[in-house]
Each structure stands twice: as structure tokens, then as C-alpha cells.
């Protein structure tokens, strides 16, 4: 079996945790001159983003450039479990995956995923450490458990359509990358593979 050529930016990427932010201590409270106002009711702007409404601000994004921001958003959600002991461990298979040590990184989410076996972003992630240990078979049937947890990870998605372009199985490879695309419309290199992909699968229009 061929290996499957992930983009270089989804696998630089996986492991990315979020940007910490500065926490400033607390400011004393001033007197108020007069009683407070009645607090407005939340706009669509000051609503908290559910997963659900993220989703719907990624279909409808204008540009990448959007879209991008609002896809680093669902990976942060996706990026954590509830568990503190899981989530460090998946810190730490972070670590071994950019130092490269991608069986250490796989033992870690292995541990991971014992305790948390519905998370879909850990058997994402195990998935890449497969790749990058040319094991595309353990591979895709990880991306199939990510997907199954979760329908709408654009990334499993679209590693699974490269393994199946590897393997010529070109169809579904077409049906994977369409999914991914249908919830991330922006994503341009998926784009240019679909077009690529049209002609041999669903016949040239005369």
C-alpha cells in the first residue's frame, strides 16, 4: 500500500494547543453615582459559541480567512475532553509528536483513549502518529472512529480521503473530500482535489 500524503499544515497543526492568554489580577470594584441600568438582553454577538453555532458561522463564513478562525475555534473545543488526566496526557503526546517520537506519542494516546474512548479528536491524532509510521491501515480505521464520534471533523475527513486516493480508490475518496468540504467550504486545496476528482468519477459533461 502507497502511503497517503496528509497536507503538511494539517499535521504541523494537530498537535497546536491554543494561544495562552495573560490573566491580569482582578480591579477593585468603583462605587456606582446611580443604580445600574437593566442589563439588555445578549445579541447574537454577546451569545456564547456553542459547537452547534460554530458550525453554522463556518458554513456561512465570507472568506478563508474567516473560515479559518472560526475552524481554530471548533479544534479548541474539539481539543479538549473534560477529563484533566486525559487532557494531560494528550499535552504530552503533543510533545512526543513534535519531537518526533511517534511511538511514544501513540503509547500516550493509547493511555488516552482507555479513559476517554469517545473522544474523537484523540483518535484523530492517533490516526497522524500512524501516518507518520507509514501504517496507513491502523490509520484509516482511526479516522473511521473519529468520524463515527464525530460526523463533522473536516480533518479525519479529509486524511481519510487521502489514504483512499492512495489506494485509487478514487469514489470515495471524492465522497470524503465533498463531506470535509460541505463543512468547511474554504478549505482550497480540497477544493482543487475535488475538481481534479470529478472528471474520473462522475464522467465529463458533454
Known sequence: MRRFMLPAALAAALFAGPAAHAQSGPALPKAPDRLPAPAAKPDEKTRPNTLESLFERLSAAKDEGEAQGI??????RWSRSG??????????????????????AIELLDRVLTLRPAWAEAWHRRATAFYLLDDPVRAMSDLQQAIAREPRHFGALAGLGHI?????DKKRALEAYRRAFAIHPHMEKLKDLID???????????
Not at 475552524?71 to 479548541?76: G, M, Q, V
Not at 483512499?164 to 485509487?168: F, P, R
Not at 481534479?196 to 458533454?206: Q, S
Request: proline content about 2%; glycine content about 6%; hydrophobic content about 40%.
Open 71 to 76: 475552524a481554530t475555534l471548533i479544534e479548541r
Open 196 to 206: 481534479r476528482l470529478k472528471p474520473d468519477v462522475d464522467g465529463v459533461d458533454l
Open 164 to 168: 483512499l486516493m492512495a489506494n485509487d
Open 83 to 104: 477529563s484533566d488526566t486525559a487532557d494531560l496526557l494528550m499535552s504530552r503526546a503533543g510533545e512526543a509528536f513534535r519531537d518526533k517520537e511517534y511511538g511514544l
